[in-house]
Nanobody, 127 residues
Framework: VQLQASGGGLVQTGGSLRLSCAASGFNWDTYIIGWFRQAPGKEREGVAGISSEDGSTAYVNSVEGRFTISRDSTKNTLYLQMDSLEPKDTAVYYC?????????????????????WGRGTQVTVSS
């Protein structure tokens, strides 16, 4: 499994960024793929996930309404559109995937430790 995240950068409060994750090396029928983040001195946090089965999504409460996860299966690419960014969103963002997780487990997946990870991309929001 290979997951390559990109699109991070420096943005001012209220700005937007779109992260991308190029995924390859797997052909599972059922999986959840999404984004985690880790800020300096803090524990890793699940941000958003999307199910391969039906496209249903889940978000951590702190980004609900500001972030949108999506995927283009034809390009094997995952996206995270981040709007209304705040300094508390500053973190390294990682793309992650786990096979065998059904859509009903999306919120639980955000609390889990996914089986495969990519290298992160830094997002910095200045005040």
């Amino acid at each position: 499994v290979q997951l390559q995240a990109s699109g991070g950068g420096l943005v001012q409060t209220g700005g937007s960024l779109r992260l991308s994750c190029a995924a390859s090396g797997f052909n599972w029928d059922t999986y959840i793929i999404g984004w985690f983040r880790q800020a300096p001195g803090k524990e890793r946090e699940g941000v958003a996930g999307i199910s391969s089965e039906d496209g249903s999504t889940a978000y951590v409460n702190s980004v609900e309404g500001r972030f949108t996860i999506s995927r283009d299966s034809t390009k094997n690419t995952l996206y995270l559109q981040m709007d209304s960014l705040e300094p508390k969103d500053t973190a390294v963002y990682y793309c992650a995937v786990s096979p065998g997780w059904s859509p009903s487990l999306l919120r639980l997946w955000l609390l889990s430790s996914p089986s495969s990870w990519g290298r992160g991309t830094q997002v910095t929001v200045s005040s």
